[in-house]
Every structure is written in C-alpha cells, then in structure tokens.
C-alpha cells in the first residue's frame, strides 16, 4: 500500500495533500485480516481511537489484505462503516475515504479508466480527519478540479497502466 501511495497518490498527485502527510510520517497503514463485516467494524473502530487519541496521525489506511475482494461486498462493509461514524458521533470530525481494486464509478462501464482514480491493490477504508480537509481545502484553489484532474491523468496514463501496476503490487505482499 505505501507503494501504491507513492506511486499514484502522491506521483500521479491524486491527492495534492498527501506528500507533506507522508514526508512527515503522519500516516499509519493498518492492516486488517478481517473477512466479516463485525471483525472489520471492530477493526475500524480500532483505528478510529488510534486516530482521535493521536495527534502526530494525520491519517489511516485500515488496508483489508484478506477480505472484501467482492466490490459489492466492500460496498456493504462501507455502508456499515459510514453507519459506525454515525452511531460514533464521529460525522464531521472523521471521513472515509473508499479504496478499492475493482471500483466502479456509478453509471460507469468496469474497464472506464476513471476508475481507476478509486482503485487500489487492495480494498481500503481510508480515514480522514474532518477539521484537517476543511482546512487544507480552503488554501487549495479550486479544490473541486481535483476530480477532473485524476480522471484527465489516468486517461492520460490509460488502463493497462493501472491493471498492470495494481497487478504489481498486489503480488508484492
């Protein structure tokens, strides 16, 4: 994963806030063996409390190496994820961010290059500070071409790029 990070969040600048986070450490990659949505949940909320009690972390990649290779069983999960914030108080303060091999974009074809801005070796729930983004947004201009941007990139870059990297990788672990 922190390949992937390299290479494509930061190298293809998918997220223009990433490289200071990683510069300084400030992101943890966890990993989760979990292949129920309870054990994932428990897991999440793990990670969670990791971030809320630390201060020098930015940001957490809760990496499900063994589990939820069926996007619409990731899906599933990520609902009952966007429900624990919820049930967690935690909306406005965390943000998850959705990382997937095989994502699709609503009312997009699967082999859409766009999808690939969304895909990752392996599925991720991605946990963002709120407080953090707001303000980072703010300073950033036009935050809202970021989107267009990644998609003008891996357009640019085109899918066997991506099928092969994301091969790649996963075959690193």
Same mark, same amino acid.
């Given at each position: 994963?922190?390949?992937?990070?390299?290479?494509?969040?930061?190298?293809?600048?998918?997220?223009?806030?990433?490289?200071?986070?990683?510069?300084?450490?400030?992101?943890?990659?966890?990993? &989760?063996?979990?292949? *129920?949505?309870?054990? $994932?949940? !428990?897991?999440? $909320?793990?990670?969670?409390?990791? /971030?809320?009690?630390?201060?020098?972390? %930015? *940001? *957490?990649?809760?990496?499900?190496?063994?589990?939820?290779?069926?996007?619409?069983?990731?899906?599933?999960? /990520?609902?009952? $994820?966007?429900? !624990? /914030?919820?049930?967690?108080? /935690?909306?406005g303060v965390l943000q998850i961010a959705s990382f997937h091999p095989d994502y699709q974009f609503a009312d997009t074809a699967a082999d859409d290059v766009s999808n690939y801005t969304n895909r990752a070796p392996f599925p991720?729930?991605?946990?963002?500070?709120? %407080? &953090?983004? %707001?303000?980072?947004?703010?300073?950033?201009?036009?935050?809202?071409?970021?989107?267009?941007?990644?998609?003008?990139? $891996?357009?640019?870059?085109?899918?066997?790029?991506?099928?092969?990297?994301?091969?790649?990788?996963?075959?690193?672990?």
């Amino acid at each position: 994963m922190q390949q992937w990070v390299a290479e494509v969040v930061i190298g293809l600048n998918f997220c223009p806030f990433a490289h200071r986070e990683v510069e300084k450490q400030r992101v943890v990659y966890r990993e &989760s063996a979990a292949q *129920t949505v309870e054990v $994932a949940l !428990t897991d999440l $909320a793990s990670a969670m409390q990791e /971030l809320l009690e630390n201060d020098h972390i %930015e *940001t *957490t990649l809760l990496v499900l190496g063994k589990g939820f290779t069926d996007f619409e069983d990731y899906l599933d999960l /990520l609902d009952y $994820a966007q429900l !624990t /914030l919820r049930e967690f108080n /935690l909306e406005g303060v965390l943000q998850i961010a959705s990382f997937h091999p095989d994502y699709q974009f609503a009312d997009t074809a699967a082999d859409d290059v766009s999808n690939y801005t969304n895909r990752a070796p392996f599925p991720v729930l991605h946990l963002l500070r709120e %407080e &953090s983004l %707001e303000k980072v947004l703010a300073r950033y201009p036009n935050p809202e071409t970021i989107p267009e941007r990644n998609i003008e990139v $891996a357009d640019e870059q085109g899918a066997d790029y991506f099928r092969d990297l994301l091969q790649r990788l996963q075959q690193r672990d």
